[in-house]
């Protein structure tokens, strides 16, 4: 089972130290800097000075002013860069990583992963987590550590101006940390709400045609409308809690320098501080104000990143997953026969011992839900079975290497649609290269290469899921693709449904020149005829073999194998 990434894991190291020295310098170019407007002004306010003496003795806390503030400027700029480096670095092997264990999951797993949930945690989740790496860890390591500086360098500066600036950031700080259990129960409250519209409209998005179908238009309006204003409250709510912190944090600045001001009074008619200790105080609020505020998200970014790693963490923890074997065995991939020993699948499959020599036509008979497509999918290793064994040529299937499984069997199913682009391309996502029987494939399942005027013409864009062609042309667009790459086995899962004359006619020719094994899920007679076994499966049993009717020897036109040794 895979794990969510650590944030400063791998080559993300370096950008930690990177952060922690870019907090210590941006602290001593502040204090420089609150020392130098001492010196700068300090002075003009004691007192009257001549103007020669003034001029010598602003000059040099004037170039270490500008020199200061080039410093900082140029300490943020690097700042930002390390932390959205950082963030963006993170986040990417986060996506990465979620896409492969996808991938990787069985087709089983696939049907109980909502599409809506999904996009929740490669989107929002995923920004949550960016946010939290780039504005809160590297902001509140930079930042906590200005701050610390340049209090301390206040305090040393003048200690009386410094205590009573530092008392009011403190005092902010115990606040915000003290209203932050109402802000996390709205985000909790604001994300259950989003997760829910999410899922209602993913999945009423994919039923359009039904809703028009069955008149629901008004109803699952009234739904998605009641939902989205449910969200609107919640993000209303969450809105107003961390407007508040906010607040809290752009008033605490203010309050900040407000006590700077009287401390310095103070002290200034005591004689417990002078007038460029003020003035320094003054400068280390300005530096301040941008990273104190940042400071009060870091908590509204924590908690949002916490949630969003729970979340991940479960996506992560998906099964069951099609692993790939550590050390895949060699196998008869020439005329591999395939072998069930008890194979068992929950709730789908029980205990199925059977054997299909290579080149036999086996078609699978039953009700529906009584495990047909399940043997199709053992067969592809797009699920594994939950006990006993399925063997291909001669090894156990789950020690095959994926590649050279899925190079040998080829499978056409409503489960595999088509890709977002071109025909050709779709066509061709299976294959090393362009088949050198490729124009034979392409005649073969009526797709016309040289007339551009053609209904399914080879450079036909597709829409996402083929739904821009009809069924016949998705069926011989899906049997195009699976004859590519020389397979040595067809498994057909019901690829005659809906199918009109024309395209049926097409299945028929395939399955008839088809050089290897086919295994096919069909309630045509006339498919049927072609079959030299028919299996009856009932309840996930195998419950009877039917021979079928004698056939002559395939022209192999589509698969060209080499002779056996």
């Known amino acids: 089972m895979r794990a969510v990434p650590e944030a400063f894991g791998g080559g993300r190291r370096k950008y930690l130290p990177r952060l922690i020295l870019n907090g210590a310098a941006q602290a001593g170019a502040a204090v420089v800097l609150a020392a130098a407007s001492a010196r700068l ?169 039904a809703t028009n179908a069955l008149a629901r238009r008004g109803a699952e309006r009234r739904k998605v409308k009641k939902l989205s204003r449910r969200l609107a409250r919640a993000m209303v709510a969450r809105a107003g809690s961390i407007g508040a912190m906010r607040a809290i944090a752009q008033v605490t600045i203010g309050l900040a320098g407000a006590a700077a001001l009287i401390a310095g009074a103070f002290g200034r008619a005591s004689g417990l501080a002078e007038a460029g200790d003020v003035v320094a105080a003054m400068s280390v609020v300005a530096i301040m104000t941008g990273p104190l505020a940042d400071l009060g998200r870091v908590y509204e970014y924590w908690r949002g990143a916490r949630i969003a790693r729970a979340k991940l963490e479960t996506l992560f923890a998906a099964g069951p997953v099609i692993l790939q074997p550590a050390s895949p065995k060699r196998f008869d991939a020439r005329t591999p026969a395939i072998e069930f020993r008890e194979a068992s699948v929950a709730h789908a499959i029980e205990t199925l011992s059977a054997r299909i020599e290579f080149g036999e036509r086996v078609f699978l008979s039953g009700p529906n839900g009584a495990g047909k497509s399940t043997i199709l999918y053992l067969v592809s290793r797009l699920i594994d079975a939950d006990s006993g064994t399925v063997m291909i040529g001669g090894e156990t299937i789950t020690g095959v290497g994926l590649g050279a499984l899925r190079r040998t069997v080829s499978i056409v199913s409503p489960e595999i649609g088509l890709f977002r682009g071109g025909l050709a391309e779709n066509i061709l996502a299976r294959a090393d290269r362009l088949p050198e029987n490729f124009d034979e494939i392409c005649e073969a399942c009526g797709i016309e290469r040289v007339d551009p005027s053609a209904a399914l ?28 790459g020389t397979p040595k086995i067809l498994l ?38 072609l079959a030299d076994k028919i299996w009856r499966i009932h309840d996930g049993r195998l419950i009877h073999i039917d021979a079928g009717a004698p056939r002559a020897a395939s022209p192999g036109r589509f698969v060209h194998l080499a002779p056996a040794p």
């Open 492 to 529: 057909l899962d019901e690829a005659d449904a809906y199918l009109d004359a024309a395209s049926r006619d097409v299945l028929k020719r395939v399955i008839e020149g088809f050089a290897g094994t086919v295994i096919a899920v069909t309630h045509d007679p006339q498919l049927m005829a």
């Open 457 to 484: 013409h080879i450079d036909r864009v597709v829409d996402e899921g083929g739904a821009n062609l009809s069924f016949g042309e998705r069926a011989r667009a899906g049997l195009a693709r699976a004859l590519c």
């Open 41 to 209: 002004f300090g002075p003009a306010l004691d007192g009257p000075m001549a103007a020669s003496g003034l001029a010598q003795a602003l000059l040099a806390p004037a170039l270490l002013l500008i020199g200061a503030l080039a410093g900082l400027g140029w300490l943020r700029r690097r700042e930002r860069i390390d932390a959205e480096q950082l963030g963006q670095d993170y986040v990417c092997e986060i996506r990465v990583g979620a896409f492969d264990h996808l991938s990787r999951l069985s087709l089983r797993a696939h049907g109980r992963l909502r599409k809506g949930a999904l996009m929740l945690r490669f989107v929002n989740d995923l920004t949550a987590l960016r946010q939290w790496i780039s504005l809160g860890i590297a902001r509140m390591v930079v930042a906590g550590l200005l701050a610390t500086g340049c209090f301390a360098g206040l305090i040393v500066l003048s200690p009386l101006v410094g205590v009573a600036a530092a008392s009011v950031v403190w005092l902010g700080g115990l606040t915000i940390l003290a209203m932050s259990w109402r802000l996390d129960r709205v985000i909790r409250e604001a994300r259950r709400r989003r997760g829910r519209l999410a899922a209602a409209l993913g999945e009423r998005l994919q039923r359009l045609a």
